[in-house]
């Protein structure tokens, strides 16, 4: 915490605990909300809270006993798959409770956690996404030798990230092979194969309903995934694939996200559907409109409060 004044700050950025560092875009964005609120505004570690029900009132306290001024507005940035229900998320609800504005809210995040989730969210709403199955708690090698696990087919856990656990199956007897060697921590799900985007996608970011900021990431030396993560390229590209923007708007709003980035994939037909969408987005240094944005956005919410 610093300097900070504990008892100042209304506006949070809430990171994982140490000593996992600050990613770039996040930093630049903590400096951002820094700049722009001063001693108003505080980074605080999922480490460095104590938070519960005291003679019958809500609390929150450092671990040295002192007491903490509720925030206003929180702005999130742990990604959802390191997240746990009993642990990070028990802290966001306790924070919604006390008052604070959420971004983006716990239940949005804990929803993101889990890419089937978003799915079924997704196709309720109408929105296209991939032929998609999963499994509850029956035994992965039965799955895999379901008439309706048809390969090629992507194959992801349902909680991962940076494009981790995520490989193509080219065919059934590869999978059935491959079952009983495969992580069985989470649910996988068997994702149908959309060939005319292998090793290719669009990353859109969206805050408070609007589109700002697009790229084509493409994979290195012809593999699946395109994540940056995993050494993919990006080609900026806002404004080129209007249709696909509004797309991602649309998903961002069915999921409660104010701030979002999401994923999708090249169709054969020209269009796109829906990979996934993240409740936590990284971005490039170059996509410059976002950190104006999210920070427009948390000016906006405090001047409501």
Not at 108 to 117: F, Q
Not at 160 to 179: E, K, M, W
Not at 206 to 216: H, I, K, L, N, S
């Amino acid at each position: 915490m610093g300097s900070v004044p504990v008892a100042a700050a209304d506006v949070w950025m809430l990171v994982r605990e140490h000593p996992m560092p600050l990613l770039k875009a996040t930093r630049a964005l903590a400096e951002a909300l820094a700049a722009a609120h001063g001693p108003r505004f505080a980074v605080w570690h999922t480490d460095e809270i104590l938070f519960g029900v005291q003679r019958g009132r809500l609390v929150l306290r450092t671990l040295g006993g002192v007491e903490i001024a509720p925030p206003k507005v929180v702005l999130v940035r742990q990604t959802p798959g390191t997240m746990t229900q009993d642990r990070e998320l028990s802290l966001l609800r306790h924070l919604e409770h006390l008052g604070a504005v959420l971004i983006n809210s716990a239940a949005a995040h804990h929803r993101c956690g889990n890419k089937l989730w978003q799915l079924q969210d997704l196709a309720v709403a109408g929105l296209p996404v991939p032929d998609s199955l999963s499994y509850a708690t029956a035994p992965l090698t039965g799955v895999v030798r379901s008439p309706d696990v048809a390969a090629p087919c992507i194959v992801k856990a349902v909680r991962g990230r940076n494009g981790r656990q995520v490989f193509l199956a080219p065919d059934g007897g590869l999978l059935r092979s491959l079952a009983g060697s495969l992580a069985n921590e989470v649910p996988l799900l068997f994702q149908e194969y959309v060939s005319a985007s292998h090793g290719r996608d669009l990353r859109v970011v969206v805050v408070d309903g609007e589109p700002v900021a697009a790229q084509v990431r493409t994979a290195r030396d012809g593999s699946l995934a395109a994540n940056l993560a995993q050494g993919g390229s990006a080609e900026l590209c806002p404004g080129r694939f209007p249709d696909a923007e509004a797309l991602a708007v649309a998903a961002a709003g069915t999921l409660g996200l104010a701030v979002a980035g999401v994923d999708l994939l090249f169709t054969a037909e020209g269009g796109h559907t829906l990979c996934e969408v993240n409740s936590v987005p990284g971005w490039r240094p170059r996509m410059t409109a976002v950190i104006p944005a999210i920070t427009g956005y948390v000016a906006r919410l405090l001047a409501e409060r």
